[in-house]
């Protein structure tokens, strides 16, 4: 979030958090930034327009209340909210308030394919969008993880979580202001050891004109893999469709950045990274700077946040014992 936001123009002037480790390590990177020894004195400082927050899932809400009832406005990582209260408070809170509460749905916003994607459905190039599906998979590094990584209340669950970037994504593409869950699923089906993650999870919409979507989201990335997940998307069309490759073309290039595109006219391959930009973040400091709402809807922020909660309260438990891996010893198996 800072390095976007500093690339479009931003000047970072401080950071706190309470582990002093995580505050060296801010400034290692980003010098300029005064280190603070509490968010109040952060929050008195009237040269910032814009706090970006990337604390454990379920303490964002209360410190962006905090944030934008001290007259700022906010940025928040993913997920926003880890249950549905903490989702009306801020809502009541930008009300009151009329600040903005940005999330990085980086997927979308931080992704050239995913933005040059946007200009080409906005320009027709497949025509009306009919169906939008969605591929999630993350590595899970598991000893990498902190305590509260594996515990649900923390994390909101993996709809909430991984299944955030999907669902923002469907309404963006079908350039529609709300949704309907159709089915959700969630499970923990290859890590008993931590019973409180779930490993796979899956989501279907679809909006008032019918346009229809699935969103697969999973901790499976195998280790032979060169990133830490082969996030994909496909936009079909009534005129052709676009298949995005965000961050590896696999086998090819371990560069992202990719878009497959067939139309009417053929077959097309469009290798974007270096040559697109991210105009969000550019517009998000403008909106900060002038009152204007240019970079996104802030209804559109909260729906897609509140239909990943929806996905998860109502989600089908797929949890059980493991599929049984066929031994590969003699008489263990078929040819």
């Known amino acids: 979030m800072t390095r976007a936001l500093e690339q479009a123009g931003g000047t970072v002037r401080a950071v706190y958090d309470p582990d002093p480790r995580k505050v060296a390590a801010y400034q290692e990177q980003h010098p300029q930034a005064s280190a603070c020894g509490s968010l109040d004195e952060l929050l008195d400082d009237g040269s910032i327009y814009l706090v970006c927050c990337a604390a454990v899932p379920d303490t964002r809400a209360d410190i962006g209340v905090q944030v934008v009832e001290a007259g700022k406005h906010f940025l928040c990582d993913k997920p926003p909210f880890t249950d549905p209260s903490q989702l009306a408070r801020a809502r009541a809170a930008v009300r009151r308030t009329q600040r903005i509460w940005a999330v990085y749905f980086c997927e979308r916003l931080h992704n050239e394919a995913a933005v040059h994607a946007g200009a080409l459905i906005r320009n027709g190039a497949i025509g009306q969008v009919l169906n939008i599906v969605g591929l999630g ?161 802030q209804q559109h922020v909260f729906r897609a946040a509140e239909l990943s909660l929806q996905a998860q309260e109502r989600a089908v438990s797929l949890t059980g014992s493991a599929p049984a891996t066929p031994s590969l010893q003699a008489g263990g198996g078929r040819a």
């Open 137 to 297: 998979p993350h590595r899970l590094n598991a000893p990498t993880r902190p305590p509260w990584f594996f515990e649900r209340a923390r994390y909101g669950g993996i709809l909430v979580d991984l299944a955030s970037h999907q669902i923002e994504q469907f309404l963006a593409f079908a350039d529609a202001a709300d949704a309907t869950i159709v089915h959700s699923a969630v499970g923990n089906r290859a890590h008993p050891e931590y019973p409180e993650l779930e490993d796979f999870g899956e989501v279907s919409l679809v909006t008032g004109s019918g346009i229809t979507g699935y969103s697969r989201v999973d901790w499976f990335t195998p280790d032979g893999l060169g990133t830490w997940g082969d996030g994909r998307l496909t936009i079909l069309g009534t005129d052709g469709y676009i298949e995005l490759r965000k961050f590896i073309d696999v086998a090819a290039d371990r560069n992202g950045d990719h878009l497959y595109i067939v139309d009417r006219h053929g077959e097309h391959h469009l290798a974007v990274r270096g040559k697109v930009g991210f105009p969000y973040f550019g517009r998000l400091i403008l909106d900060c700077l002038d009152g204007t709402r240019q970079a996104m809807d």
